[in-house]
């Protein structure tokens, strides 16, 4: 049968399982039982890891994606299956795992593709970029990494914050990110099972790296609200959790992903991201 294998199974990876044929069996690992509840509830078998013994998941799995992010520690997955999945390398017939354009760093602003150095500013880009070289060396293991750009989709948008008023519109010079919609962060995926290139590595984003300033008055406009007042960078008042989010400047091509994997993107910016979004609240209202 075929097995998906799912390390730190959430909200890209389930929406990769909407887009499998229902004879493949889904097995996902999550950290409370509330949530292997709710996997369950999903059609996925759940596994509650760190705890459950996974030797049986992996013998069964033919291919594996890892969510799960690096610690303090380095990679969870590696640090207690390492040797396991190695010895099963040539087991799998596809290994994704879910990386970040963090690890392009900071470039001003300027384009960045799958080739880029790996030159990362932040604590998090760094360690992704030691967990993406882990990964890479475990002999004839089959991998496929992607970089994702800042995620959003259903759950996951600016309106509420935007309602109740505590969206902010940062200004910093020259401030672009990219991000991507999570059902084309699916379909990227589920392209790359069906065509699998060991070895290669995908940036997935949309086609308009933009300010974040941009957006968010973006989704004042089709709420119909005031846009939030525009605040000064080095001025304003930021945990430096959020100000770390600033210190990179980068539009990422997806050209790869495009030309090698067939995509055509269900969401090429964000404002047809948006008007999606907000069409879906008003369906289930």
Known sequence: MTTLLSFGHGYSARALTQLLPNDWRVIGTTRSQDKAAELLAAGTEPRVWPGADMLPALNAATHLLISAAPDADGDPVLRELEEAIAERAEQFKWVGYLSTTGVYGDHAGGWVD?????????????????????????????????????????GRGPFAKVRDGTARRILKSGQVFSRTHVEDIAQVLWAS???????????????????PEDVIGHAAELLGLPIPPAED????????MARSFYAESKKVSNRRIKEELGVTLLYPDYRAGLAALLALEQDGE
């Open 114 to 154: 799958e080739n880029s150095p790996l030159t990362p500013a932040t604590v998090r880009g760094k360690a992704r970029v030691a967990a993406e070289a882990a990964w890479g060396a475990i002999p004839g293991l089959p991998l496929h990494i992607f970089r994702l750009a800042g995620i959003y989709g259903p």
């Open 193 to 211: 099972i069906r065509r699998p290139n060991p070895g290669a590595a995908y940036n997935v984003c949309d086609d308009d790296p933009a300010p």
């Open 233 to 240: 960078f080095d001025t304003a008042e930021m945990t430096p």
